[in-house]
């Protein structure tokens, strides 16, 4: 696909490093000369410098015969003129950054008014990753799939775990849950384990399952404790504002830590409720003071990864319970999981994954025939393995054929389908018939459809 990014930041370039893996030729639009050049020399792609709202510049960039235009400037309104141009001029399609709270509860006018097809925001989808990790504070990461119905979370095995020295094949029988086992992480090496398989302390294992489920298993495993009550946040920005509500929906109790007096005012007014505290969250004094001790999850959510790490390794020495840090470096997300940090959040992979579900399902529809199509996508397993929901149409070549008997791709596992309401994890005899929904994982690239998995 013809694809213009707009905007080369953290965001953009994450979008234009994934674009490029998937094979799509990739034209990027930034004012800034010396970054467009950067780019150029980094990926394969071809560079414009300019104005990404001017229509000339539009036009040079090849927006007017390009399969879809994205637009991830800093500016919002800059974001969705790019898009509403880009269409006018000729672009199927159109996907913009939007991170007001404002703007987000406009998004089906948007859609239908102002001709913008995709709206992502990275900080509210961190805040909802976060929201999910504070209800479930056992898993690393989790994933939802099917409406809910299945859900893939990531433990990490410490020592005197369980799991340790678990050959898979008596996973079931040791533990009697309806779940299973999808992927593990071991160093630099990343597995989709066969029956054999035998889990070691310190792997980083995913497991799917119905949220029941997958409780049954953490009681029996111990990883079930106390709830999270108390909640601590660091940093006053939109990830933040994104999360305050729906925690204090569920009945937690919130502190805020913010630097910047005008924007601890501002929270004060939005959220008359919530404790705003005035102070650099970096003075162990001031977090010993306000009592981080007592914090069942401290949420670091700066702009600096510097400042997230160092706090979530203070955080952790208190024994906080749950501690979730904002990643935005690639490099700087192994650091912290080597300093032990629970849970990382990085917006522009989520984003990216939203992105890169959407161009798919675009490329299916654009495809001639019946397809079956990629509902929702998840990079799990350090991002090295790609979690894939399909509606499964007429045209899956092995409908009714055991997976036993099934010729899948190396790395490929089939976890679950649905059919029907039901879901029914993954065995030999398990088959994928027109209708059902199915979870897939795998490491293999451009997964677009399911007959992809095949061989």
Not at 157 to 163: D, K, L, Q, R, Y
Not at 266 to 271: G, K, V
Request: hydrophobic share 45%; charged share 25%.
């Amino acid at each position: 696909m013809k694809i213009v990014v707009i905007g080369n930041g953290i965001v953009g370039e994450a979008l234009i490093s994934a674009l490029c893996e998937e094979g799509h030729s990739v034209t990027v639009i930034d004012e800034d000369a010396e970054t467009v050049a950067a780019v150029v020399n980094k990926y394969d792609v071809l560079g414009v410098t300019g104005n990404g709202a001017s229509i000339d510049i539009q036009t040079e960039a090849g927006v007017p015969e390009c399969d879809i235009i994205i637009s991830v400037a800093q500016s919002d309104e800059l974001n969705l003129l790019c898009c509403m141009i880009g269409k006018q001029l000729g672009a199927k399609r159109s996907i913009a950054r939007v991170r007001d709270p404002d703007y987000l509860k406009q998004v089906s006018f948007m859609s239908r008014n102002l001709g913008i097809d995709m709206i992502v925001n990275p900080e509210y989808e961190a805040a909802r990753e976060a929201a999910r990790l504070i209800r479930f504070p056992a898993a690393m990461k989790l994933e939802k799939f099917a409406n809910g119905q299945v859900e893939v979370v990531e433990i990490h095995i410490g020592a005197n775990h369980p799991f340790i020295d678990l050959a898979l094949k008596d996973f079931k029988s040791r533990f009697g849950t309806n779940t299973l086992i999808c992927t593990v992480v071991r160093g630099d090496e990343f597995f989709i384990p066969g029956g054999n398989f035998v889990i070691r302390e310190g792997d980083i294992v995913s497991i799917a399952g119905s949220r029941i489920d997958i409780n049954e298993l953490f009681v029996k495993i111990g990883l079930i404790g106390k709830q999270l009550k108390r909640i601590l946040l660091i940093g006053g920005g939109r990830i933040t504002r994104y999360l305050v509500g729906p925690l204090r929906e569920s009945g937690y109790k919130i502190r805020i830590i913010e630097k910047e007096l005008a924007v601890c005012e501002e929270l004060a007014d939005i959220f008359p409720n919530v404790k705003i505290i005035h102070g650099d969250a970096t003075d162990p004094t001031l977090l010993d003071e306000e009592g981080i001790k007592d914090a069942d999850a401290c949420v670091v959510m700066t702009s600096s990864d510097h400042t997230n790490l160092i706090i979530s390794m203070f955080a952790q020495s208190r024994e906080v319970d749950k501690v979730i840090a904002k990643i935005a470096s690639p490099s700087f997300v192994k650091l912290s999981e080597n300093a032990g940090v629970d849970s990382n959040i990085t917006p522009q992979f989520i984003i990216t994954s939203k992105v890169l579900q959407y161009v798919r399902g675009q490329a299916n529809k654009d495809g001639k025939g019946a397809k079956s199509s990629i509902v929702a996508l998840h990079r799990i397993a350090d991002n090295r393995v790609e979690a894939l929901e399909f509606d499964v149409a007429e045209d899956f070549k092995q409908a009714g054929v055991p997976l036993s008997k099934l010729k899948l791709k190396q790395n490929v596992l089939v976890a679950a389908t649905i059919r029907n309401g039901a879901v029914n994890y993954a065995h030999g005899n398990t088959t994928i018939e027109a209708g059902d929904k199915v979870i897939v994982l795998t490491s293999n690239p451009h997964v677009c459809y399911l007959n992809d998995v095949l061989e």
